[in-house]
Nanobody
Framework: VQLQASGGGLVQAGGSLRLSCAAS????????MGWFRQGPGLEREFVAA????????YYSDSVKGRFTISRDSAKNTVYLQMNSLKPEDTAIYYC??????????????????WGQGTQVTVSS
């Protein structure tokens, strides 16, 4: 499975961006997709996740109400709509895929496949 993330960029605080993550290869190996981010000098942290087919969505407290994760199964693509962006959202955003169980949907260890990362920079 290969994951290709795109959509990052530079935006002012309060603005919006939409990230995309396209999966290719044997997507039968995926039943969950997530977004993680790593800010300067920080550890990688969970942002949002969704089941590939059905099921729920998961968000970190820091982005709940501002970010929305969605999927287009026909296109094998997951999106992260980011609104009301803040400077502290500045990070490299990574998409991840795999077969996490419910308790690992919000942990990096629950995912086997990772995209290359896309930079999001929010200016104040």
């Amino acid at each position: 499975v290969q994951l290709q993330a795109s959509g990052g960029g530079l935006v002012q605080a309060g603005g919006s961006l939409r990230l995309s993550c396209a999966a290719s290869g044997d997507t039968n190996n995926i039943n969950g997709m997530g977004w993680f981010r790593q800010g300067p000098g920080l550890e990688r942290e969970f942002v949002a996740a969704t089941r590939w087919r059905g099921g729920g969505t998961y968000y970190s407290d820091s982005v709940k109400g501002r970010f929305t994760i969605s999927r287009d199964s026909a296109k094998n693509t997951v999106y992260l709509q980011m609104n009301s962006l803040k400077p502290e959202d500045t990070a490299i955003y990574y998409c991840a895929g795999g077969r996490p169980i419910t308790s690992t949907m919000t942990t990096s260890g629950g995912y086997r496949y990772w995209g290359q990362g896309t930079q999001v920079t929010v200016s104040s």
